[in-house]
């Protein structure tokens, strides 16, 4: 079940007014904070009460350069101590510039080097495979400007041979990527096996909807955001 409310969708702005400083890289972050908002309260199963329990989803960040709004919706969902957030980027904080999975309870990886996020997933979902793990599901985040990284388009294609359909990628489009992508993003995934959806990523019930589709082969939600 998604984890249950300890803070509301409307107390995310002030837990974002904690965090300052250069490297909070706000348009960066707040592109994502709708998506963010409707995994954590609506679509993965994950509990701060047991922020290891093997049955779990889980969650990457690869847009990990920029996590204030990722740190807000984990103070608001019980993973983190709101009081926390105003020491962000301190030299005894545990809110780096970017998450850290050996000092966060609830975060999977340790990212903001883009490109490297999506690889990860595919290694998650393969693992799990492996393990003979039932449901749980691997959900990756990635901006449009970090589909650029070629290491990204590997595991693409091998998701989608191998049909990898526990795993779904979330891609934040906001039209910033140095070439842009004739056909919209999602046509370079559906080429390569996937399913593929795009969704208003202000609009929460269109975003749960394309979240939470599963079936047998990848799946990839292109999420629309204004520059």
């Known amino acids: 079940m998604p984890t249950s409310t300890i803070l509301g969708y409307d107390d995310l702005p002030d837990l974002l ?18 998506v963010l908002w409707v995994l954590y309260d609506r679509v993965l199963r994950v509990d701060p009460d047991a922020p290891d329990d ?5 969650f990457l960040l690869s847009k990990g350069h920029g996590p204030a709004a990722y740190y807000a919706v984990l103070a608001a969902k019980g993973f983190l101590d709101p009081g926390e957030l105003p020491r962000f980027g301190g030299f005894d904080s545990r809110l780096g510039n970017h998450p850290d999975r050996v000092l966060l ?25 492996a393990q003979g793990q039932e449901g749980a599901r691997v959900v990756c985040l990635v901006g449009d400007a970090e589909l650029d990284e070629g290491s990204n388009w590997e595991a693409v294609q091998l998701a989608g041979r191998l049909s990898l359909g526990r795993l779904t990628v979330v891609v934040v489009d906001n039209a910033s990527s140095t ?20 969704a208003d990523g202000r609009h929460h019930g269109a975003l749960e909807r394309a979240l939470s589709a599963t079936g047998e082969r990848p799946n990839v939600v292109v999420a629309e955001v204004e520059r």
């Open 179 to 198: 070439y842009h992508w004739p056909g919209g993003v999602e046509a370079r995934f559906e080429l390569e096996g996937w399913d593929a959806a795009r």
């Open 17 to 34: 007014t904690r965090l300052t400083g250069d490297e909070k890289h706000d348009w960066s972050s707040l592109s994502t904070l709708d």
């Open 54 to 58: 093997p049955d779990r989803d889980r």
């Open 105 to 129: 309870p609830g975060v999977e990886i340790s990212s903001g080097s883009l490109g490297h996020g999506l690889p990860i997933a595919v290694g998650r979902a393969l693992a799990l495979d």
